[in-house]
C-alpha cells in the first residue's frame, strides 16, 4: 500500500482531535498546553503533506518551519507563566485559578 | 527577490522599520543604562511619532511587499494601502497615548527594574499589529497574530506577584494559543484547497476552482476562529473580561484599542480581498457564494453586542464593566463590516476612531482614580463626582459618548453605523443594535449614578490630578465633544481610507 | 430684522451663560443665580423682539420663503464618496406659528423656573449650568428645521435633565431619574432610525443641480423629493411608512406622555425639584406634540389621515384616565402631574380631528398648558418649601392664614378646569368645537367632554381639602407669599387671564400656518398614497 495525501490527513486530523480533546478535559495547564502543541503539529503535517502531493512549490514548508519556532517560543512564554502561575497558586490546575470572576 | 524589489518592498515598510529600530534602541538603552528608566517612555513616544509622521506621509501609497519569485504580479506577502495607513495611524497613536498611561499608571510603574521589558513588549505588540493590519497572505498573518499574542500574554501578567496579573496570563494565553491553534489549521487547509496561501490567490480560486463547500467552511469558521478571538467577538469572548480586569490598566486599554483595531483590519483585509469578486456601483461587495459571511457576520455580531452589554449590567468593577462594554462595542463594529460594502467599513472606521479616543479616556480615568483609591469598584466611586469635578465630568462624556448621545463623538460613530444598515436594508438588526444602545446606557450611567447622585457613607477623598494628566484628559475629552458637532474631519480622513490596493 | 441671528442667539444665549457660571468661583453664589437670570431674561427679551416683528400672514409649515428668521448655513459637507454623493447636512432655523407660542413659551417658562430655583443650595454652580444646557436643548428643538440638528437638541436636553432630577430631587430621585432617562431614549432611538429612512428616501436639488440626501425637514415634507427605491419613499411599493410613522409616533408619545407610555411622569414630576417640574411640565411635555405637528403630519399625511381615529381614542384615554388618576391621589403634586396627562390629552385630541380650529385648539392648549402647569407646580413648591410636606390632607383652612395666595391658586385652579375668562377655556372650546365637528372624532370627543367634568371635581375637591375648612395648629405660623413668589406668580396670572380675554393675541400668531398646516395635510394625502395604484 502507498502512503498517500489522505493518509497523512488522517493522523493530522486525529492529532487535531486529541489536541482538542486534551484542550477541554484537562485540569493540568501544562497537559492543556500540551493539547496546543499538538493542533500545532496537526497544522504542520498539513502543510508539509500538502507541500509534498499538490506540487505547491515550498510555501508550505517553509510554512511549517515557521511553525516549528514559533511553537517553540510559545511554549517558553507559556512555561514562564505557568511557573509564576506555580509560584502564586501552589499548583496549575487551570479550574481552581479563578479569582477574577463575576 | 531581486535586490531592487526588495529596496522597494523596504522603503514601503519604512513606518515598520522605525517601530523596529526603536524596539532594538530600547533594549539597547536599557541595557547600558540601567537605572535611567525615566527616558523610557520619552523613547517610545519619540520612536513612534516618528513612525507616525512618516505613516501620515504616505497616506495615499499603495504597493505589494514581499512578492515571493515566480508569482503573478499581483501577489504579496504584504499590501501596503490608504486602508491599512488608516489603522497604522489609529495604532500608532493609540500606542503614544498608551506610553504615557503607563508611565503614569502605579501599577506598571511598581516594578521599576523591570520597565525596559514593559516598552520592549509594547514595541513587540505594535509591530505585530503594525503587520496585522497590512498581511495579505496567510502566513504572515499567523505569524504576525503570534508576535502580537506573545507580547501580550506576557504584558497582560507584567506585575509578576500580583495575582490577578498572572491569572489573566494564564487565561489569555491558553485561550489565545487554542485559538490561534484552530486557526493554523484552518490556514493549512485552505492552503491545501489553494495550494498557495496568499488572498489574491485565495479569491482567485474561488471564483474559478472547483470547491469542496464542507472543507471551506470548516476552515473558515477555524480561522474566524482565531480573528474573533482577537477583536472579543462571541463566541470566542470569554476571555476577555477577565483578562481586562486581571492585566495592568494600561494594557487593559491597549489590548481593548489597538489590538482590537489590528484585529478589525485583519478581518476586514481578509474579507475584502479573500472573497469579494466585484464591488457594485452602489459599494456593495458581492462575495463568492461559497460562504455567507454576512450571515455569520450578523448573528455574530447580535451575539456579542447582546452578551456584551448584558452581562455589562451586573459589573461592580469597572475595568470589568468596560471589558464588557468593549465586547458589546466590537458587535456595534462588526454589524457595520456585516453589511459588506464600503460604506459598512466606513462606519467601522469612523467607529473605530472615535471608540479609540473614548475608551482610552475612560480607561485612563478609571486608572487616575484607582491611584488614589486603590479601587475600580463602583460603589467607592460614591460622591466622587463632586471631589473630583474635571474628571467626573471628562468620565461623564466619555460614557455618554460610549453610549452614542449626541452632542458626542459617540453618537457619529453610531449614527455611520445605522447609516450603513439602513442603506442596506438591513432593518431589523439596526433595531436590535439600538435596543442595546438603550440597554447599554443603563451601566453607563450607572457610574454617573454613583458619581453624583448617590451620598457616600464615608467621604470621599479628594482627587486632584497633575497638571500633565490634566492636559492628557483634555486631549482626549475636548475631540469626544469637538467630533460630536463638527464631525467633518473624521468623515474626510476615513472615506479617503476605503481604499484597497489591487483589487 | 435681516441679517440678525435672532434665533441663533435665542438658542445659544444660555450655553454663553453656561460658559461664564462654570468659569465663576463656586461660591459666588449670587452672581450665578444673577447670571443664569439674565440669560433667561435675555431669552425672554429676543422673543418679545421677535413677537413684534413677527409677519402674521406667513405660513411656514412646508415652504422655505414663508419661514421667518431663517438661517441656513452648511454644517456638515463631505464629498467625494462615490456610492453615498455628497453628505450634507444644514444648520437651518427659523420659526412658523407652530413653533412661534412655543419659543414664547420656552422663554417665560424658563425665566420663571429660574426665579423659582433661587433657594436651591446644593452645588448651585452644577445647577444652574445644567439648567441653561436643558434651556439651549428646548429652544433648539423649536426653532430647528433640519432633522438631524432637531435630533440632536432633543437630545441634548436628556442628560441635563437626569442630573437635575437626580442630583435635586427628592427621596426616591435615582429611580424617577433613570426611568425618565430610559423611557425617552427609547423612544428617540426609534426618532433616530426613521430620520435615517427619511434620509435615505428624500434628495434634495442642490443650487448646482446635483440631487443629494438630505436632512431637511422641507424637503422631506415635498413627495416630489422622495426617490423611487427609498425604504420610506411613497413611491416604492415595499415602503416602511406605516412602520416608521408608528415608531416615530411612540418616540413622541413617550414625551407627551401618552397613555400607556406615561409611567415615567409622576415619578419624574414628584421627585424633580420644583423649577425642574415646571420646566418638565411647561415645556418638556410640548415636545412630544410639537414633534407630531411639524414632523409626523406632514410628512406622513396619508397615515395621519388614517389614524385620526385612533390618535383621538389615545386622547381620549389620556384625558378620563388622567384625570380619575389625578382623582385618586393625595399627594398635591402627584396630582398635578396627573392633570397634566389629562390636559395633555385635549392636545392630542384636537390634533386628531385634523381641522383648522381643532389643531389651532391644540397649540393654544399646549401654551396655556404650559403656563396653568408652571403656574401649578410652582404653587405646589410654595406650599412645600414651607411646609415640607405635599399631602392633600395634611392641609385644610389656608385661605384665612394665607389669602393671597389662595387667591393665585384659585386663577390657576380655575384656568386648568377650564372656566371662561381664563385661557384653558378658549383652548378647550376649540379643540371640542375642532373634534366634534369632525365626524370621525366626535363620539370620542364627546365622551371626552367628560374630562371637564371631572377636572373640575380633582381641582375643587383639592381646593376644598387644601384651603377650606379649619386650619392646622401647626400651620398657624405659615406666611403669604414674599416678593420672589409674586415675580414669579404674577407674570404667569396675568398671562393666563389676558388670553382668556383676549386669546385673538395667541391665535392670530398660529392661525396662518395651521391652515396652511391642514390644508397641506389634505392636499398631499393623495400625492403620498400614490404606492398603492
Request: aromatic fraction near 14%; glycine fraction near 8%; include cysteine.
Amino acid at each position: 500500500m502507498e502512503v498517500g495525501l489522505s493518509h497523512f490527513l488522517v493522523v493530522s486530523t486525529a492529532l487535531l482531535s486529541l489536541g482538542i480533546y486534551g484542550v477541554i478535559t484537562r485540569k493540568n495547564a501544562v497537559m492543556v498546553l500540551m493539547g496546543i502543541e499538538l493542533i500545532l503539529n496537526a497544522a504542520n503535517i498539513n502543510f508539509v503533506a500538502f507541500s509534498k502531493y499538490g506540487n505547491f512549490g515550498l510555501e508550505g514548508q517553509v510554512m511549517a518551519l515557521f511553525i516549528i519556532v514559533l511553537a517553540a517560543a510559545e511554549a517558553a512564554i507559556a512555561l514562564a507563566i505557568v511557573l509564576n502561575i506555580y509560584k502564586t497558586f501552589n499548583h496549575v490546575n487551570v479550574d481552581e485559578i479563578e479569582d477574577l470572576k463575576e | 527577490m531581486e535586490m531592487n524589489s526588495l529596496y522597494d518592498s523596504l522603503s514601503l515598510i519604512a513606518p515598520e522599520l522605525i517601530i523596529s529600530v526603536t524596539l532594538l534602541v530600547i533594549v539597547l538603552f536599557d541595557l547600558i543604562f540601567k537605572n535611567n528608566k525615566k527616558m523610557l517612555p520619552f523613547l517610545s513616544t519619540v520612536g513612534l511619532a516618528v513612525a507616525l509622521i512618516t505613516q501620515a506621509g504616505n497616506l495615499t501609497d499603495g504597493g505589494f511587499a514581499f512578492s515571493p519569485e515566480n508569482t503573478p504580479l499581483f501577489y504579496g506577502m504584504l499590501t501596503i494601502d490608504s486602508f491599512g495607513a488608516f489603522f497604522k495611524i489609529l495604532v500608532l497613536a493609540a500606542s503614544m497615548l498608551i506610553i504615557y498611561f503607563s508611565s503614569t499608571t502605579d501599577e506598571v510603574n511598581e516594578s521599576f527594574d523591570r520597565l525596559g521589558e514593559y516598552y520592549t513588549l509594547i514595541f513587540g505588540m505594535v509591530l505585530g499589529m503594525m503587520f496585522m493590519i497590512s498581511a495579505s497572505d496567510l502566513i504572515l498573518i499567523y505569524l504576525s497574530v503570534e508576535l502580537l499574542s506573545l507580547s501580550s500574554y506576557v504584558l497582560a501578567g507584567f506585575s509578576k506577584n500580583k495575582t490577578r496579573n498572572n491569572e489573566a496570563a494564564l487565561k489569555y494565553l491558553l485561550f489565545g494559543a487554542f485559538s490561534s491553534g484552530l486557526m493554523l489549521f484552518g490556514i493549512s487547509l485552505i492552503y491545501g484547497m489553494v495550494g498557495s496561501t496568499n488572498l489574491t490567490a485565495l479569491n482567485n480560486f474561488l471564483q474559478t476552482g472547483s470547491i469542496n463547500l464542507f472543507t471551506i467552511t470548516i476552515s473558515l469558521i477555524l480561522v474566524f476562529a482565531g480573528i474573533g478571538y482577537k477583536i472579543s467577538s462571541a463566541p470566542f469572548h470569554f476571555w476577555t473580561p477577565d483578562v481586562y480586569e486581571g492585566a495592568p490598566i494600561s494594557i487593559t486599554a491597549f489590548l481593548s484599542v489597538a489590538s482590537k483595531a489590528a484585529g478589525f483590519a485583519l478581518l476586514i483585509r481578509f474579507i475584502r480581498v479573500g472573497f469579494v469578486s466585484y464591488v457594485d456601483s452602489e459599494g456593495f461587495w458581492k462575495l463568492s457564494e461559497v460562504f455567507d459571511w454576512q450571515l455569520l457576520l450578523v448573528i455574530i455580531a447580535i451575539l456579542t453586542m447582546t452578551l456584551g452589554n448584558f452581562s455589562a449590567l451586573w459589573q461592580d468593577n469597572l475595568k470589568r464593566m468596560l471589558a464588557y462594554s468593549s465586547i458589546a462595542h466590537a458587535g456595534y463594529m462588526l454589524l457595520g463590516l456585516a453589511v459588506m460594502s464600503d460604506q459598512g467599513v466606513l462606519a467601522v472606521l469612523v467607529y473605530f476612531f472615535i471608540y479609540a479616543i473614548m475608551n482610552i479616556g475612560a480607561f485612563f480615568i478609571v486608572m487616575l482614580i484607582a491611584n488614589r483609591i486603590g479601587s475600580e469598584n463602583i460603589d467607592d466611586y460614591d460622591g466622587l463626582g463632586f471631589k473630583a469635578p474635571l474628571l467626573g465630568v471628562s468620565l461623564g462624556i466619555f460614557l455618554v459618548s460610549l453610549t452614542g448621545i449626541p452632542p458626542t463623538a459617540g453618537f457619529i460613530g453610531k449614527l455611520y453605523l445605522f447609516i450603513a444598515l439602513v442603506d442596506a436594508n438591513m432593518i431589523a438588526v439596526a433595531v436590535i443594535a439600538l435596543l442595546n444602545t438603550v440597554v447599554s446606557l443603563y451601566y453607563y450611567i450607572r457610574v454617573l449614578k454613583h458619581m453624583y447622585l448617590v451620598k457616600p457613607s464615608t467621604e470621599p477623598p479628594v482627587i486632584k490630578p497633575s497638571f500633565n494628566n490634566l492636559i492628557f484628559v483634555l486631549i482626549l475629552a475636548v475631540p469626544t465633544i469637538i467630533f460630536g458637532i463638527y464631525f467633518t474631519p473624521i468623515l474626510d480622513f476615513a472615506k479617503q481610507c476605503v481604499q484597497f490596493f489591487g483589487v | 430684522m435681516n441679517g440678525f441671528p435672532i434665533l441663533t442667539l435665542l438658542t445659544f444665549i444660555p450655553v454663553l451663560g453656561m460658559v461664564l457660571v462654570l468659569l465663576m468661583p463656586k461660591d459666588k453664589e449670587r452672581e450665578i443665580k444673577i447670571t443664569t437670570l439674565i440669560a433667561t431674561g435675555i431669552q425672554v427679551v429676543l422673543s418679545a423682539v421677535l413677537l413684534m416683528s413677527y409677519d402674521y400672514n406667513a405660513g411656514g409649515i412646508f415652504e422655505e420663503s414663508s419661514f421667518q428668521f431663517i438661517e441656513k448655513f452648511r454644517w456638515i459637507e463631505i464629498t467625494g464618496l462615490s456610492w453615498l454623493g455628497t453628505v450634507k447636512i444644514d444648520y437651518f432655523l427659523g420659526v412658523d406659528g407652530l413653533s412661534t407660542p412655543m419659543v414664547l413659551l420656552t422663554s417665560i417658562v424658563a425665566f420663571i423656573a429660574t426665579l423659582s430655583s433661587w433657594n436651591i443650595s446644593k452645588s448651585l454652580k452644577g445647577y444652574f449650568a445644567l439648567f441653561l444646557l436643558l434651556d439651549t436643548g428646548m429652544m433648539g428643538v423649536f426653532v430647528s428645521l433640519d432633522f438631524f440638528l432637531f435630533y440632536v437638541f432633543w437630545e441634548l436636553m436628556l442628560l441635563p435633565m437626569y442630573f437635575l432630577i437626580g442630583i435635586w430631587g427628592g427621596t426616591r430621585k435615582e429611580y424617577a431619574a433613570i426611568k425618565f432617562f430610559i423611557y425617552t431614549l427609547f423612544g428617540s432611538v426609534f426618532m433616530l432610525l426613521v430620520m435615517i429612512g427619511l434620509y435615505f428616501s428624500t434628495q434634495e436639488t442642490l443650487a448646482d443641480g446635483s440631487a443629494v440626501f438630505t436632512f431637511n425637514m422641507l424637503s422631506m415634507m415635498d413627495p416630489a423629493n422622495y426617490t423611487a427605491d427609498g425604504i420610506l419613499s411613497p413611491f416604492n411599493p415595499g415602503n416602511l411608512r406605516f412602520i416608521a410613522y408608528i415608531a416615530l409616533f411612540v418616540g413622541f408619545a413617550i414625551k407627551i406622555p401618552m397613555f400607556p407610555f406615561h409611567t415615567w411622569l409622576p415619578d419624574a414630576h414628584v421627585e424633580a425639584p420644583t423649577p425642574i417640574s415646571v420646566i418638565l411640565a411647561g415645556v418638556l411635555l410640548k415636545m412630544g406634540t410639537y414633534g407630531i405637528l411639524r414632523i409626523s403630519y406632514p410628512m406622513f399625511p396619508e397615515i395621519t389621515k388614517d389614524l385620526m381615529w385612533y390618535i383621538a381614542l389615545f386622547g381620549m384615554i389620556n384625558i378620563i384616565y388622567g384625570a380619575l388618576c389625578a382623582m385618586a391621589q393625595k399627594d398635591f403634586k402627584k396630582l398635578i402631574a396627573y392633570s397634566s396627562i389629562s390636559h395633555m390629552g385635549y392636545v392630542l385630541l384636537g390634533m386628531a380631528s385634523l381641522s383648522t380650529t381643532g389643531i389651532n385648539g391644540a397649540i393654544f392648549q399646549m401654551f396655556n398648558h404650559g403656563t396653568i402647569t408652571s403656574m401649578l407646580f410652582l404653587i405646589v413648591g410654595v406650599i412645600y418649601d414651607r411646609t415640607h410636606t405635599r399631602g392633600l390632607d395634611d392641609f385644610g383652612g389656608l385661605a384665612n392664614q394665607m389669602p393671597v395666595y389662595t387667591g393665585f391658586v384659585t386663577v390657576a385652579f380655575f384656568a386648568a378646569i377650564g372656566l371662561p375668562g381664563m385661557s384653558g377655556w378658549v383652548s378647550e372650546a376649540l379643540v371640542f368645537v375642532g373634534s366634534i365637528g369632525e365626524e370621525i372624532t366626535r363620539i370620542l370627543a364627546m365622551i371626552s367632554t367628560l374630562g371637564i367634568l371631572l377636572g373640575a371635581g380633582y381641582m375643587l375637591w383639592a381646593l376644598q381639602r387644601i384651603f377650606l375648612g379649619n386650619l392646622k395648629e401647626k400651620w398657624s405660623d405659615l406666611t403669604d407669599l414674599d416678593g420672589r413668589e409674586y415675580a414669579m406668580l404674577v407674570p404667569l396670572a396675568v398671562i393666563i387671564i389676558f388670553l382668556g380675554i383676549y386669546p385673538s393675541f395667541m391665535l392670530d400668531i398660529m392661525n396662518t400656518s395651521v391652515n396652511t398646516l391642514v390644508e397641506f395635510v389634505s392636499v398631499n394625502v393623495s400625492k403620498f398614497t400614490l404606492s398603492g395604484l
